[in-house]
Structure formats: C-alpha cells, structure tokens
C-alpha cells in the first residue's frame, strides 16, 4: 500500500507516494526526475547510484525510500551552487576524468565524501575510498588525478578571502 | 523490478522494537543497513512479510571502551563507524583493519557489523577476529536478555544461535590482558569487493617471560559452513616456545583443522596451504605486536 512520505533532496521537500519495496534510486530518477543518478548493477557492487545521506555515500539501489524520510539526501545535481561547479566537479573536468560519464556522478558523490572525512588522502587512501565506484572505460588513473587535484582546490577554495 | 510486497516498520526505541520482534517473530527480518538483506529480497531467495528497519533506534548506536569490561560495540553501529574509531583502533586494532576490508566505502557506510555477523556468511570479514577477540554477544527480545559466546552463535551454514523474537543487541571485547594481541589476515582475488578465499583472526597471549604461549584462539573463515574455532590446534599450542618452529606449527594444525571446498573462489587444497600461510603470518605479527615491534 502506497504511502505519502516526504523526502528532503537537495535542500527541496518533495511529497511523494510511495510502496515499502521502493528503492531510493527509482523514486530520485522515476517520480522526482533527477536522472544524474545512474542506476548500473542494482544490487549495491557498482556505485553509479552512490548518494550522501547526511553526508554518508550509499548506495540508492540498496536502500529504501522510506527509511531516509527525515534525512538529508544529496545527489549529484546538489553538488554545484548554481551555476558554479563545486571544486571536485572542476577537478573532474580539469583532468579529463570522465568519459562516457556514467560513473561519474557517484564517483563525484564517493570523492565529496572522501575529502569531507580526509581533506588530504595518499593514492591509496584514494583507492580505498573509491573501490566501490566502478568505471567501465578503465579511466582510474585520471579519476585518481582528479581526486587529488580536488583536495587541493578544495584547501585552496578554504583558504581564499573572498 | 517487481518485488514481492513486504510491510515496513521503523520503530524509534529497544521497546517498540521488541514489540514488533515478538509480534511478528516469524515472518519479518530486521533491517540494519541492507546491504546483504536487499540483496536476497531483490534475488527473491528472502521473501519476508515485513521488514523492521532498525536504523533510527538510537540506544543500538556507539562503542565504548571500558578498561575493565573491554570494549562495547551496540549492534547498529556502521562499520564505517567501527572503521574509524578512536577506541577501537586503540583496543581492537585488527577488529579496525577487518572492517576497513569488508565490501566498499558505501557498503561500510550502510551495513553493520551485527549484520554481517547475523547474516552468518563462511567468508565474512568481522567474524574471524571477533572469534579470537572471544567476543561475547547480548541477545535480547521483549523481556529478557542473554549472553552467548560468539563461537557458540554460528550453528550451520547461515543458520545463527538467534531464536524467533531474539536479536543481537552487542558484542563485548573482553579487555586484552598483559602481553597479548589480535591479528587478522586475509586472501581474496583482488584488492576490493571482493569475497575472501580465506580469512583468519589469531589472539596470541604470552606469560610474563614473553616467549611462553599462555593462551591461543584461532578463529577461521571461509573453510567451513561456519567461521569457527581451531580448537585442537590452540589445545597443542598452549605452552609451547615462540619460536619460527612455533609459527610453522600454528599454521600447519589450523590447516589441518580447515574442512573447506571447491567452489569459484579457490580449491579446497589451495585454502589449506593459504590456511597454514596466513595464520603463521598472523601470530607473527601478534607477537611483533606484543613486543612492540
């Protein structure tokens, strides 16, 4: 039986009736319309549906839509402020990590939450934070280039008077 | 996808969850991060009526760290969180290592050590560890709690010591003594999300001379329908010399003591000799541990 539940995406409340066996991921593409999350393996090995709940990554395919009612969700079209692209979305451009961009948004998500836990990560805490987030067009070493191009405008972005 | 329907509850505290646990005892699951449950639902191998998502019950949240009970880890603590604790890096470092190898950041973000206890899989990471830390486990339902060894808790191939009503409410690692350590080691088919081919947590103790073993445990995954102790082999070690002669010992009676099998991951003949590797690695580094090292 369908139930109204409100669920806080990006900042907006959106009132949405929904079933206990809907997944987060189908209610944020299907019935609210944000496709930038991408829906891959569906059974949590991928990462392409990888969303910040209060800041945490999870995967959306994994996780029901009724049980983030009251929390904070983030996906990848909250990232940039406006027209402004956040630092690792730049990172991302600036080093040629992307290519068919399918991974990319929850590769953006898993590194927001990376550098929010550890602003400054070796390579291989890199890898460890981003070993859930697969890239079908084998791109790793420019996706870990980026990552580490993110740390650094992110201090930058800390540091300026603005 | 289609699924079949299931009612969802989300109690607040212990009391609304154990109301729900006893009033449904038989067709619902507890939900703790899902990472492992969702997975069976959507694979239609669990079809439970109701599922009783436990995420929001605060009083199953945190660890502690006392110094005479040990440390105390409540069941729905992510193992993100465990990961990353100052107290359990301090008290259980290997426990720390173990959970920073299970599934990726986002699964360790979502999932439980108590679900990956409860889920009873051979391979998984925690147990091991927690079988040489001699973790003791609370089970609770309405009106009563219980104590239990955590290797009295697997009884068969995922099948777990939790009756109809019960749930695992916390784990309690005894202090470690004087002169001991936990280590664990571990071998699966690449770096990350992957399946173990084998796992082993190794709790070395010493007398005062610290070259005399005054206790072992040795807990093993993966070579099994359950992950459990080496308990002939901790029995021969007990008293004997650490030495190169010791470690090469340890490793060849918990090999000797691995029931595993053939299956995608590894041949059963290629877990024994991993067994016998791994353990002796792992009481190597216990002892490097206990002599700081």
């Known amino acids: 039986m369908k139930k109204i539940i409100t669920l806080n995406i990006n900042g907006d409340d959106y009132d949405l009736a929904i079933k206990p066996t809907d997944f987060l991921v189908d209610i944020v593409r299907d019935t609210v319309g944000l496709t930038g999350t991408k829906k891959g393996c569906n059974i949590g090995d991928c990462g392409a549906c990888t969303v910040l709940v209060d800041g945490r990554p999870i995967l959306s395919c994994l996780t029901l839509a009724m049980s983030v009612v009251g929390k904070k969700i983030k996906t990848i079209e909250g990232v940039a402020d406006g027209p402004e692209l956040d630092p690792v979305q730049q990172a991302f451009i600036d080093k040629g990590a992307i290519q068919c961009g399918f991974c990319t948004p929850g590769m953006i998500l898993s590194t927001t939450a990376l550098l929010e836990r550890n602003p400054a990560p070796t390579e291989e805490e890199i890898k460890h934070g981003l070993a859930g987030n697969i890239c079908r067009c084998t791109g790793y070493v420019k996706i870990i280039d980026a990552v580490k191009h993110a740390a650094v405008l992110k201090t930058k972005e800390g540091t300026d008077v603005r | ?293």
Not at chain 2, 9 to 38: C, F, I, Q, Y
Not at chain 2, 245 to 274: H, N, Q, S
């Open chain 2, 1 to 293: 996808m289609h699924l079949e329907p299931f009612e969802y509850e989300k109690p607040n505290s212990l009391v609304e969850l154990e109301a729900l646990l006893s009033k449904h005892a038989d067709e619902a699951r507890l939900l703790a991060g899902g990472t492992d449950l969702l997975v069976l639902v959507k694979e239609k191998i669990l079809s439970p009526k109701m599922i009783i998502d436990i995420g929001d019950v605060a009083a199953l949240q945190g660890i502690t760290a006392d110094p005479a009970k040990g440390l105390t880890i409540l069941a729905g603590t992510k193992v993100s969180t465990i990961e990353h604790s100052a107290e359990v890096k301090e008290f259980a470092p290997a426990l720390s290592f173990a959970a920073a190898q299970l599934g990726s950041s986002q699964v360790r973000h979502m999932a439980t050590m108590a679900g990956n206890v409860c889920h009873g899989s051979p391979s998984a990471e925690t147990s091991p560890v927690l079988l040489a830390h001699g973790a003791v486990l609370t089970i609770a339902k309405a009106g009563g709690e219980r104590e239990l060894p955590i290797s009295d808790f697997w009884l068969a191939y995922r099948k777990t010591a939790l009756a109809p009503g019960e749930y695992l409410k916390a784990f309690t690692l005894p202090a470690l003594p004087k002169n001991a350590a936990v280590e664990y080691a571990f071998k699966g088919l690449r770096g990350a999300m992957e399946i173990d081919m084998v796992n082993v947590g190794v709790y070395l103790e010493l007398e005062e001379d610290l070259e005399t073993v005054k206790e072992v445990r040795i807990g093993m995954g993966a070579v099994g329908p359950i992950p459990y102790r080496a308990v002939k082999a901790e029995a021969e070690l007990k008293g004997m010399k650490v030495d190169d002669a010791f470690f090469a010992k340890a490793g060849e009676l918990a090999a000797a003591e691995a029931t595993p099998i053939d299956d995608v991951r590894a041949t059963a003949d290629y877990r024994k000799k991993l067994m016998s590797v791994l353990t002796r690695r792992a009481f190597s580094a216990a002892f490097a541990r206990i002599k700081g090292e």
